[in-house]
């Protein structure tokens, strides 16, 4: 029974230090992390997905339309919706995320992930 006050001493001292990182950044007055501020685009097109989807599974889409495209030939993507795209990130996405600083590169740069897309692709028009 001499040990319980050892032991509940030592679930405080570890319980403090493993939440130290969020309360200081609290103290400190910085926000915790949400999502990175974006420039959606203007026009009233729907993404080819819902929003929730593009957000979690872009990446996946973007792979899965490589593959069926450049290796299988087929240039057709049809959405849950029933709408038909072309599968193409410049040619689909880009025409309505056409400012890919304001949008891609500022998420990707939040999540600090860095995406191979543009070792081959280029901005429309050009760009970098």
Known sequence: MGDKGKILLGLAVFVILVTFPFWSRLAAGDAL???AELEYPTNSEA???DT???RASHMDLLSQW???LVRDGNPDYVSASGETYY???TKTCMSCHEDRDAF???CHDYADVQPTCWEC???PG???
Do not use: I, W
Request: glycine residues 12%.
């Open 33 to 35: 992390p949400g999502r």
């Open 47 to 49: 993404c080819v997905e």
């Open 52 to 54: 929730e989807y593009m």
């Open 66 to 68: 490589r593959d069926d």
């Open 87 to 89: 599968k193409s990130l």
């Open 104 to 106: 891609c590169t500022r």
């Open 121 to 123: 692709h280029t901005t």
């Open 126 to 128: 050009g760009g970098a």
